[in-house]
């Protein structure tokens, strides 16, 4: 771990961050990193004082209004004509959406 | 167009457009001249499409010279934040990631909009993919606050809060996921309302958290604010998360005081950190309140300190998913740098994404990623939703006590631009006063209450239990009725 | 060194609806038009909402109940994220720790009758398809989105598989059960079925020590011989590699192999730089949703019956050999549903399974077409008509076999109505027109019989007869037929011996 910006030591360190960079498929050059780093440091280390709160017996609430069983008829909608499903595409061409080869095998 | 004024709030416009004392095209000429005028001092806007503006309002004028009966908002100008799409109009949510991206398909809202015949009048600023204080965020532009040109508008809906602030248009459509409409509306001396999570369908809104963002109204008015929530809530089968229930009719009793109403107040809301003039013009409020009968209860609301952590956990790890669909496959960016003989998949999508997204979006998707990774979700995000439902059995107890609570809308008036631009954790602590109502899906809004010594305005949240938006915005209106704050204008 | 082969499978069925599991798009295999089956959902377009599809739902509640599962009475849908061109959102929809279904089994008959087998299912959950990559040689790869957001069951068997012919059994049983629900059309070629193995090896050595080989996944395979050929070879590949490198389960991780189905051989996956961490986390976008065990008892009650107990039943009921009972069944839903109504009209459980078996498959893979096809020439109401016309004497075999090929020809019109009353009364209205029924006049043929003894030429053949050799009337049968055309070959050849013993 590299360093602490402030006296106690971080939980995300440069290496870390480099890392979930990685895993968020985020390209961070070296400066920005330097930049960056830090800053989440300061925001983690803010965000741990949840650990304080007694949680014992408490369900995890994952919506802001809960309810269930929200469903929907399986009747078809109108669907995009593929021009307007491929107009915002970086690449296509005319049928498919472009990507560079992908090698993923062998 | 007649010599006289036009008429400046929506209610008045679109009962004038309904009398026929002028039409749609007249106020939305009105409109584009003011953009024209002030938006290059204020740039509120970042795509005004001068013909499409001008079509919606001959089509109101059409559907009038027809006999047609008029909607809710006939001829009535509406900026619409840079997140909710439009067909064929650009949402690029002030990023490069998608400053080509032009939807196929229309926002619910923006259907409804139509529906009830307002007149969509550009595209109005923000923080990249909502996530900011302060507009500065915008990877096209940094919002002025109209009030004070060196001085943010507050965000992440700042263009939408200084284009009504400034007079270009009398509403306009923002989104809140931790205080996006009520910090700026706040800090530009207009009224915010962040309704109820689900009283709005988010179908074609931009996510930014899933479970906290909600689509309000931005108005100089207590009634425009109602009668813009008015034509946009109701359920839409295409949001699973909308709510089916009745919308009552928010302007029929207005005007009517609440007899009996019970203001809660809680102490730790008025604590450190708090600017004093703020404090004091909130705590004045209060006693307005009083005045006009209504009793003020002490509440308790032991968790809302922690929301800005909690907030701070859950809207990233949110964020970080929603995003990630931004890797310039089928949409957004992609880099001319990738190198296809010698880079792999991976580094095509971080170059894509490495180059579209701006720094704070960096920030809050790395942040979110990590708060979910294997080994850390159950310390950073389990954890979170559990203080999250502490945070909301906080504000059922309250609601038992008061009908609404007061406190600051914000910890301080306008901040300066590039003030809190390289301390993240500073800028968030901005939201501590309106997160909370995001954590429990309650409604709550924000409207004028003072100024400080500097002239710049200070807001007043309210915030009331789930779907009492009727019960919120008559006590706004109590507020209001009482109070010429909301009449000043920028200069 | 004593070898068990240990292997459980990963199966992804497509389910069966209109629509995705999340839109309104429609849900059809059609590659030959890319990017037309979707919507703003199905491409994952910025501000655009899930809402879950309640037929699939409840399709994934009733591939539980054929799998003998628990279902959940409150499940959830979870994000799981990872970076790929066919995932349009970058991640996927799925079930993490609350799948919808869980701890069944499904029974299978092993290989050369070896009796029945239990296989556990731990879980069978809900998740949305991915859109397709197609890799070109040379240029970029083309993205096709049709099959993006179809629904999924994905079936988890516990690794209670021994052998290759255990697998195919467990898919073979399993794709039957599905495609009789109605729940999966399992068209392997389409891709609605597909398949990852895990498979290693439990050794014990001669010094009664045991060890377990590192354990590999089998991506994606849609054929149930490539699956059968993959274990074989890997079974192989994993004792050769253990007594060269020594390598157990302890020493390496899992690793992913694809199988290459021309060489018949496995070959590793490029390995990920990082595991794998997909960051599930409940989508905030979706409800939970909850049922009743009332409401699993309803969709329960409409699921029909199951092709085990169809077979068992067409044994103990119809008394159909265990041979023809699983011939028939194995056809599928529709085909044994053809067999019921054919066995109905004609009143002859037996007859009918061997028309079913023989002529009408024999006809059906002849014509190359499917069982819709065949049925608009030849409905069972007809068939079973002309099989009852058999039974009651009315037809000979060989006549009603002319007149079957008729109807399969398109020389008669189908149309006979839509009871089985009305059919056979149009079977024998054509017949009759043929002039195929069997002539039931004694008289007629009488007086053919007498004609026939009375010629020298078959002196012989009464004599031969007459001394104990009845299969020397065959010539005379024929010439008795030849004068009275339509009758009953038996029925000649009893009135036949009968003649000439009396006289």
């Not at chain 2, 701070?312 to 949409?331: C, F, K, T, W």
């Not at chain 3, 053919?448 to 009464?462: F, Q």
Request: aromatic share 6%; with cysteine; glycine share 8%.
């Amino acid at each position: 771990m590299d360093a602490a910006p402030k006296s106690d030591a971080p939980k995300v360190g440069r290496d870390d961050v480099a890392k979930i960079a990685r895993l968020a498929r985020l390209r961070l050059e070296e400066d920005e990193l330097d930049r960056i780093w830090p800053q989440l440091a300061k925001i983690v280390g803010y965000v741990e004082q949840l650990a304080e709160v007694d949680t014992d017996g408490v369900e995890p609430m994952a919506h802001a209004v809960e309810r269930t069983n929200v469903l929907r008829d399986d009747v078809p909608v109108e669907m995009l004509p593929r021009d307007k499903a491929l107009a915002n595409a970086p690449k296509n061409d005319g049928k498919y959406f472009l990507v560079p080869q992908i090698i993923d095998a062998e | 167009m007649s010599g006289s004024a036009l008429p400046t709030t929506a209610v008045e416009i679109t009962a004038a457009v309904k009398a026929g004392d002028v039409t749609a095209v007249e106020t939305a000429e009105a409109a584009l001249a003011a953009i024209e005028a002030g938006d290059g001092d204020v740039a509120a806007f970042v795509h005004v499409d001068r013909d499409a503006v001008l079509g919606h309002a001959t089509r109101v004028d059409a559907k009038r010279a027809a006999g047609e009966r008029l909607g809710p908002l006939a001829g009535v100008p509406v900026a619409i934040k840079d997140l909710i799409c439009e067909e064929g109009q650009p949402c690029t949510c002030s990023s490069k990631m998608l400053a080509d991206f032009r939807p196929p398909y229309s926002a619910h809202v923006s259907d409804l909009l139509l529906a009830a015949d307002a007149v969509p009048t550009g595209r109005a600023n923000m923080d990249e993919f909502a996530m900011g204080s302060s507009t500065e965020n915008s990877a096209v532009k940094t919002t002025k606050n109209p009030w004070d040109l060196e001085r943010a508008p507050g965000g992440s809906s700042g263009g939408s809060a200084a284009a009504v602030a400034a007079g270009f248009t009398p509403l306009a459509v923002g989104t809140d996921t931790g205080g996006s409409i009520r910090q700026p509306a706040a800090f530009c001396g207009i009224t915010g309302l962040k309704p109820t999570y689900g009283r709005v369908s988010r179908y074609g809104l931009v996510a930014f958290a899933s479970s906290l963002d909600q689509i309000g109204p931005m108005a100089t008015t207590v009634a425009d604010a109602a009668l813009m929530l008015q034509a946009i809530a109701g359920h839409d089968a295409r949001d699973a998360t909308c709510l089916d229930e009745p919308v009552p009719d928010y302007l029929a009793s207005l005007d009517e005081p609440l007899t009996g109403l019970r203001v809660g107040v809680c102490r730790e809301h008025f604590v450190e950190g708090l600017d004093a003039e703020v404090s004091k013009a909130v705590l004045e409020a209060v006693e307005v309140y009083k005045s006009l009968g209504a009793e003020v209860v002490d509440v308790d609301l032991p968790h809302s300190k922690y929301s800005v952590a909690t907030y701070y956990i859950i809207a990233p790890s949110e964020a970080s998913s929603n995003l990630a669909r931004y890797d310039g496959v089928h949409y957004g960016h992609r880099s001319e740098k990738f190198d296809p003989q010698n880079e792999d998949l991976v580094t095509f999508y971080e170059r894509n994404r490495g180059e579209g997204f701006g720094d704070e979006v960096k920030r809050r998707i790395l942040l979110g990623t990590f708060t979910l990774s294997a080994g850390y979700s159950d310390q950073y995000y389990n954890q979170s939703l559990k203080v999250r439902r502490l945070i909301k059995r906080d504000f059922v107890a309250a609601f038992e006590k008061c009908d609404v609570i007061a406190s600051p809308a914000t910890p301080t008036a306008a901040f300066k631009i590039g003030e809190l631009v390289d301390d993240p954790l500073a800028m968030y602590l901005n939201d501590m006063y309106t997160i909370a109502a995001n954590m429990a899906g309650i409604p709550a809004l924000s409207l004028p209450c003072g100024f400080t010594a500097g002239g710049l305005p200070i807001g007043l949240q309210l915030s009331a239990g789930l779907l009492a938006e009727e019960k919120l915005l008559r006590a706004a209106r109590m507020y209001e009725a009482a109070t010429d704050w909301h009449t000043r204008r920028p200069a | 060194m004593k070898t068990t082969t240990i292997i459980g499978l990963e199966v992804h069925v497509q389910l069966l609806t209109e629509t995705k599991l999340f839109s309104g798009a429609i849900n059809k295999f059609a590659p030959e038009a890319p990017n037309t089956h979707v919507d703003p959902v199905t491409l994952g377009l910025p501000g655009t909402l899930p809402v879950m599809n309640r037929k699939a739902y409840e399709l994934a509640v009733k591939v539980g109940l054929a799998l003998n599962c628990d279902i959940a009475p409150f499940t959830k849908w979870d994000r799981k994220q990872y970076y790929y061109p066919d995932l349009p959102k970058a991640y996927q929809i799925s079930q993490y720790d609350l799948p919808l279904c869980h701890d069944g089994y499904l029974e299978i008959d092993l290989p050369d009758g070896g009796g029945q087998k239990r296989i556990g299912i731990i879980r069978a959950h809900l998740e949305e398809d991915a859109g397709k990559n197609m890799h070109a040689a040379g240029g970029d790869s083309r993205v096709d989105l049709n099959r993006a957001g179809t629904p999924l069951s994905e079936i988890v068997s516990e690794p209670d598989i021994r052998s290759a012919a255990e697998a195919k059994a467990y898919l073979q049983e399993l794709k039957l059960l599905m495609s009789y629900l109605g729940v999966s059309d399992c068209n392997m070629q389409e891709g609605s079925l597909r398949c990852d193995v895990n498979i290693n090896l439990h050794l014990e050595k001669e010094d009664g020590k045991k060890v377990a080989t590192p354990i590999v996944e089998i991506k994606n395979m849609n054929s149930f011989n490539g699956v059968e050929a993959a274990i074989l070879y890997e079974e192989k590949r994993q004792l050769e590699a253990f007594e060269k490198t020594g390598k157990t389960i302890d020493d390496a991780p899992k690793a992913t192999r694809g199988f290459d189905l021309d060489r018949g051989v496995t070959y590793p996956m490029r390995e990920k730089e990082e595991a794998a961490d997909y960051r599930y986390f409940p989508d905030p976008d979706l409800t939970p949703v909850t049922i009743t065990d009332a409401e699993v008892e309803t969709i329960r009650a409409t699921m029909g019956e199951f092709p085990a107990d169809r077979r068992s039943r067409f044994v103990a009921a119809l008394e159909l050999s265990a041979y023809d009972a699983g011939v028939i069944i194995d056809q599928g839903v529709a085909f044994a549903d053809y067999f019921e109504e054919v066995h109905r009209a004609c009143g002859d459980p037996k007859r009918a399974a061997n028309w079913c078996t023989q002529d009408v498959l024999r006809d059906m893979n002849e014509r190359g077409e499917g069982l819709v096809a065949f049925s608009a020439a030849v409905p069972a109401s007809v068939l079973g008509g002309l099989l009852r016309l058999i039974g009651d004497g009315d037809l000979t075999t060989a006549a009603a076999r002319d007149e079957y090929a008729k109807y399969l020809g398109g020389d008669y019109e189908t149309a006979g109505g839509t009871t089985p009353e009305d059919a056979l009364a149009h079977v024998r209205a054509n017949a009759e027109a043929a002039g195929a029924l069997t002539v039931k006049d004694t008289g007629a043929l009488e007086a053919a019989i007498a004609a026939v003894l009375d010629k020298p030429s078959s002196d012989k053949a009464i004599e031969a007869v007459k001394g104990g050799k009845q299969q020397a009337v065959g010539p005379l049968i024929g010439q008795v037929m030849k004068e009275v055309k339509g009758a009953d070959p038996k029925t000649v050849r009893e009135m036949l011996i009968a003649a000439i013993e009396a006289c």
